[in-house]
């Protein structure tokens, strides 16, 4: 069984969901995941894990992702992308360059931001695209995002129906790229959807790192697929490293605490660090804890390879 962090690159039309599942047969290794969705229509940076990485993904920094985006203006979509009903149109708009950076501005920072109806966010219990798929519409709550940056590639002076545009996005997780194209189609008053999507980044993982599928079933069929993956270390390296003394180590494997005093990593309590190996492997995720008398790492995850 293989361990790590693989980074896909995946191809339009295929769900995150149908791409784990061709992993497991590519690979034949059932324990594979995957970080976080990427729209079905969305290409580029999936990040998966193999074997115990699977168990490292929420302690992974994945808070900030960046995405190269097409819209459309003048035509705003059911679904908020081109995959939906058009259900207005705006033909004799005309947008100027300032108006469309002025709106712009207006979506970044720290706003608030409603889920579209196709989405995978639950609603007691009911994902919120099989209550669009009903005709249902329920209400949402606004989550807040950060938007740090939106950029419009090759600015035109002026925009006029049905104009395809380029916009590379920085943002936080769990933005929702579509529907802040549709909501800068709304704050300028003419409508708009996302056309395209790729993912150029998700953490650390950039596009650079990504493979296609094809490419992993080639580097599988010639025996070099530990070429593409990146161990679980380096998914946690923005956590302390610690290397437990060999007397420790039995103890560690089956969640006992180590010492502080034997191991003064940090000073702040709640601090997480991983725990090494000679070989580097990441034994566990600590978490400094305060025993009151005592400081001590509290093992909160812990990996079996």
């Given at each position: 069984?293989?361990?790590?962090?693989?980074?896909?690159?995946?191809?339009?039309?295929?769900?995150?969901?149908?791409?784990?599942?061709?992993?497991?047969?590519?690979l034949?290794?059932?324990?594979i995941?995957?970080?976080?969705?990427?729209?079905?229509?969305?290409?580029?940076?999936?990040?998966?894990?193999?074997?115990?990485?699977?168990?490292?993904?929420?302690?992974?920094?994945?808070?900030?992702?960046?995405?190269?985006?097409?819209?459309?203006?003048?035509?705003t979509?059911?679904?908020?992308?081109?995959?939906?009903?058009?259900?207005?149109t705006?033909?004799?708009?005309?947008?100027?360059?300032?108006?469309?950076?002025?709106?712009?501005?207006?979506?970044?920072?720290?706003i608030?931001?409603?889920?579209?109806?196709?989405?995978?966010?639950?609603?007691?219990?009911?994902?919120?695209?099989?209550?669009?798929?009903?005709?249902?519409?329920?209400?949402?709550?606004?989550?807040?995002?950060?938007?740090?940056?939106?950029?419009?590639?090759?600015?035109?002076?002026?925009?006029?129906?049905?104009?395809?545009?380029?916009?590379?996005?920085t943002?936080?997780?769990?933005?929702?790229?579509?529907?802040?194209i549709?909501?800068?189609?709304?704050t300028?008053?003419?409508?708009?959807?996302?056309?395209?999507?790729?993912?150029?980044?998700?953490?650390?993982?950039?596009?650079?790192?990504?493979?296609?599928?094809?490419?992993?079933?080639?580097?599988?069929?010639?025996?070099?697929?530990?070429?593409?993956?990146?161990?679980?270390?380096?998914?946690?390296?923005?956590?302390?490293?610690?290397?437990?003394?060999?007397?420790?180590?039995?103890?560690?494997?089956?969640?006992?605490?180590?010492?502080?005093?034997?191991?003064?990593?940090?000073?702040?309590?709640?601090?997480?660090?991983?725990?090494?190996?000679?070989?580097?492997?990441?034994?566990?995720?600590?978490?400094?804890?305060?025993?009151?008398?005592?400081?001590?790492?509290?093992?909160?995850?812990?990996?079996?390879?």
């Amino acid at each position: 069984m293989w361990h790590g962090i693989l980074v896909v690159n995946k191809e339009r039309g295929m769900s995150s969901h149908q791409v784990v599942a061709k992993l497991r047969r590519i690979l034949g290794q059932s324990e594979i995941g995957h970080s976080g969705t990427l729209d079905p229509e969305a290409t580029g940076v999936l990040v998966v894990g193999l074997g115990q990485a699977t168990r490292s993904f929420q302690y992974m920094d994945e808070a900030v992702k960046i995405y190269r985006a097409e819209l459309t203006l003048g035509q705003t979509t059911d679904t908020q992308d081109a995959t939906g009903r058009i259900i207005d149109t705006q033909p004799d708009m005309r947008i100027h360059r300032d108006q469309l950076e002025q709106a712009i501005g207006r979506l970044t920072g720290e706003i608030h931001q409603v889920p579209p109806m196709f989405s995978a966010v639950k609603l007691h219990g009911q994902k919120l695209y099989d209550l669009a798929r009903q005709g249902l519409e329920v209400e949402r709550e606004a989550r807040p995002i950060k938007v740090y940056h939106w950029q419009i590639v090759d600015p035109q002076s002026e925009y006029t129906y049905a104009t395809q545009l380029t916009c590379e996005i920085t943002c936080s997780k769990g933005t929702y790229i579509r529907t802040l194209i549709h909501d800068l189609g709304q704050t300028l008053g003419c409508g708009a959807h996302m056309s395209a999507l790729i993912r150029l980044r998700s953490g650390p993982f950039s596009l650079e790192d990504a493979v296609s599928l094809s490419g992993v079933a080639e580097y599988f069929a010639a025996g070099r697929i530990e070429e593409l993956l990146f161990s679980i270390n380096t998914a946690l390296s923005h956590f302390i490293p610690i290397w437990p003394q060999n007397e420790d180590l039995p103890k560690l494997v089956h969640g006992g605490k180590l010492s502080f005093d034997r191991y003064p990593a940090s000073q702040n309590i709640g601090t997480l660090a991983r725990a090494l190996d000679n070989d580097s492997r990441v034994l566990a995720v600590l978490r400094l804890e305060d025993g009151g008398t005592h400081r001590y790492w509290q093992p909160v995850k812990v990996f079996h390879y």
